[in-house]
C-alpha cells in the first residue's frame, strides 16, 4: 500500500527515462525505479568511496605520482537500499506500463524536436498522464472507450470550421487493437483542433498593430481531459472550442454548402448563378456590368476563393470574446455600418464613416462609458505635425503643456465632432462622433477619417443607446456653447470587427471589399490561396 501512495509524488522526466533506456538492453523489461533512476553522472557521486588495499609503500615504488595512489584504490558501492517504487511500478497494469514508457519517444520524437510549438504541446499533455499515473483518456483494457469515436468523426470534419489538422494523425477509432501510439495520437488531434478553433494559428497583433484583438488560447492538457470526459458528447465538446457567435455559424453553414457544390464541379456558368443568387448588392458593392468583372468580385471564377475570404471571415470571429454581451454596439469596417443590439436583436442601424486606407480604424473591443454634447476637439499631434505642418487655422485655441502645443476647437456646429461624442476609452484613442460634413454619408464607399468612426443621425444613436427616458429630442435640448456629459448607467460593450463576408438577414451571403487588406493577410497567415 504505501508503494502504491509512493508512486504519486514522482514526476515524469523524459530525460531520466531517455537515460536509463540508453544503458539498458533493447529487451529488457525496464524495473519502476529503473525509469526514474538518476543520470549516470549522479549516481557516480554518491558512491562510497572506500580504498580496499594500503596506499603503495613510498620505498617501493619513490617515484609514482599522486595519481598512481588515487588509481591503485578501488572504488567499492556500499548496497543501495531496495527501492519501494519497484513493485508499485510492477503492479502496474500493462497498458499503463506501455504508455509510460511510449511517451519518452513521443516528447522527444523528430516531428517534436523540429516544432517547438508541438514539442510544449506533447509536454503539457504527457504531464497530465503523469497526473493520472499512466491512466489513458480514449482507451482501457477493453479498447477504445466512449467518446473516442466521437471525437475522431468531429476531428475528421474539422474542414467545415476552417481548421486544418493536415500535420497530425487521426486514428481509426472503430477498429483494430488501439496502442499506447494511437492513444497519444488521439490526445494531440484533440488539442491541435482546439488550439486552432480558439485562433491559435495567428497573431492578430502581427498581422497590424491596429488590430487590438486577442485570442484566449485554451490549456492543451485541460482540452484533452474535457472532451475525453464528456463520453459520447465528445465531439460536441470539441466543436463548442469554436466561436459561438450566431455569425459565425451562419458562415460556417455557408462553407459546408460551397464545400458539397464544389464537390460536384459545376461548369462556370451554373458556378456563377449559385454564388451570385447568393449574395446581396448594397451601396458598399456597387453594380458591375461585366459578368466577369462581377466574378472577380465575388472572389473568382472558382468556389475555393469564396471558401478561402470565408474561411478568413470565420478566423477573425474566433478574435472575438465569446461572449459579447447580449446588450452591445458593433462596427463592421467594410460593410460601414454600425449596428445597436439589445437582448441579441438589432434595434438601430447606422451609416458610419470609418477611417481612410492609410489611416485606418483599429479593430478592438471595449466599453461606452459616457456620451458628451457639445464636445471640444483636441486636435492629434499627427494632424498637427503632418497635415498643418505645425500651424494653426481660424477659431482654435492654442496652449502649451511640458512644451509641446495643445489645439483645442471649441464647442460648435463647425467643430470636427459636430455637436455629439461616443466616449468609449481604448489605447488607440478612438471614438464615435457627429460630423459638419454630413453630405459624406452619400457616399458608398466611406473611408473619409482619421480612424475615429463619424456616426450618421447621431441623436438617433444617443436615444438607442441611453434607453427609456432618453429620447432624440431630451438629447438635443442639451445642445449649447459647453460640454456636457451624460454618463451611462450600465457601460455598454463596444465591437470594431472587421467582416469582409457575412450572411445578411435574409440568409444571403455578402462580401465587401477588403478595404485595409486584413483578409488578404489572414489567407496569406493561414496558407490559404486566393
Not at 217 to 244: K, M
Not at 285 to 311: C, D, F, Q, Y
Not at 418 to 440: C, E, Q, W
Amino acid at each position: 500500500m504505501q508503494a502504491r501512495i509512493s508512486i504519486a509524488r514522482f514526476f515524469l522526466s523524459a530525460a531520466a527515462i531517455a537515460a536509463v533506456l540508453a544503458a539498458a538492453p533493447a529487451e529488457a523489461t525496464p524495473r519502476r525505479a529503473d525509469i526514474f533512476a538518476p543520470p549516470a553522472s549522479v549516481a557516480l557521486t554518491g558512491l562510497a568511496k572506500q580504498p580496499s588495499a594500503a596506499a603503495l609503500d613510498p620505498l617501493e615504488a619513490p617515484e609514482a605520482p599522486p595519481v598512481v595512489a588515487v588509481t591503485a584504490a578501488k572504488l567499492q558501492a556500499e548496497p543501495a537500499e531496495p527501492d519501494s517504487l519497484d513493485l508499485a511500478w510492477s503492479l502496474l497494469p500493462d497498458h499503463q506500463r506501455g504508455l509510460a514508457l511510449a511517451l519518452q519517444d513521443w516528447t522527444s520524437g523528430p516531428e517534436a524536436t523540429r516544432n517547438p510549438a508541438r514539442r510544449a504541446m506533447r509536454a503539457k499533455i504527457a504531464a497530465a498522464y503523469v497526473t493520472r499515473k499512466f491512466e489513458p483518456f480514449w482507451t482501457d483494457a477493453n479498447g477504445w472507450r466512449e467518446g473516442a469515436a466521437s471525437a475522431v468523426s468531429r476531428l475528421r470534419a474539422a474542414n467545415e470550421d476552417g481548421l486544418d489538422l493536415r500535420g497530425v494523425t487521426i486514428p481509426e477509432a472503430d477498429k483494430g487493437a488501439p496502442g499506447a501510439a494511437s492513444e497519444l495520437a488521439l490526445s494531440e488531434a484533440v488539442a491541435t483542433y482546439a488550439f486552432q478553433a480558439r485562433g491559435g494559428r495567428l497573431q492578430p497583433e502581427r498581422l497590424s498593430r491596429l488590430i487590438g484583438a486577442k485570442t484566449a488560447l485554451p490549456d492543451p492538457a485541460q482540452a484533452v481531459a474535457d472532451v475525453a470526459d464528456a463520453g459520447y458528447r465528445a465531439g460536441e465538446t470539441l466543436q463548442g472550442f469554436n466561436p459561438p457567435h450566431y455569425g459565425y455559424q451562419q458562415l460556417r453553414e455557408k462553407l459546408v454548402e460551397l464545400k458539397t457544390r464544389g464537390a460536384s464541379a459545376p461548369p462556370l456558368d451554373s458556378l456563377f448563378a449559385a454564388v451570385e443568387e447568393g449574395l446581396a448588392q448594397t451601396d458598399a458593392l456597387p453594380p458591375v456590368k461585366s459578368k466577369r468583372r462581377r466574378m472577380e468580385t465575388l472572389g473568382g471564377p472558382s468556389t475555393s476563393a469564396l471558401e478561402n475570404e470565408i474561411i478568413a471571415n470565420m478566423e477573425r470571429w474566433r478574435w472575438l470574446p465569446r461572449d459579447m454581451g447580449d446588450d452591445r454596439i458593433e462596427v463592421n469596417i467594410p460593410d460601414f455600418e454600425l449596428a445597436v443590439i439589445r437582448n441579441g436583436a438589432v434595434t438601430h442601424r447606422a451609416r458610419v464613416i470609418v477611417g481612410k486606407e492609410q489611416t485606418p480604424t483599429p479593430i478592438f473591443s471595449d466599453e461606452m462609458v459616457e456620451i458628451i454634447v457639445n464636445p471640444s476637439w483636441y486636435v492629434p499631434q499627427s494632424i498637427i505635425q503632418k497635415e498643418w505642418h505645425g500651424g494653426v487655422g481660424d477659431g482654435y485655441q492654442v496652449s502649451y503643456r511640458n512644451g509641446q502645443m495643445v489645439v483645442r476647437q471649441p464647442p460648435g456646429e463647425k467643430n470636427a465632432l459636430g455637436r455629439i461624442k461616443f466616449v468609449f476609452p481604448n489605447d488607440f484613442a478612438v471614438y464615435m462622433h457627429d460630423t459638419p460634413s454630413r453630405g459624406l454619408f452619400a457616399a458608398s464607399h466611406r473611408a473619409f477619417s482619421h480612424g475615429c468612426m463619424r456616426v450618421d443621425q447621431p441623436f438617433a444613436l444617443a436615444e438607442a443607446v441611453l434607453g427609456p427616458g432618453w429620447s432624440e429630442e431630451r438629447v438635443k435640448k442639451l445642445v449649447g456653447p459647453s460640454e456636457r456629459y451624460i454618463n451611462l448607467s450600465k457601460p455598454l460593450p463596444v465591437h470594431i470587427v472587421y467582416f469582409t463576408a457575412y450572411v445578411d438577414d435574409m440568409g444571403r451571403l455578402v462580401q465587401r471589399p477588403d478595404l485595409y487588406g486584413y483578409s488578404a493577410r489572414v489567407r496569406k497567415a493561414l496558407g490559404l490561396g486566393g
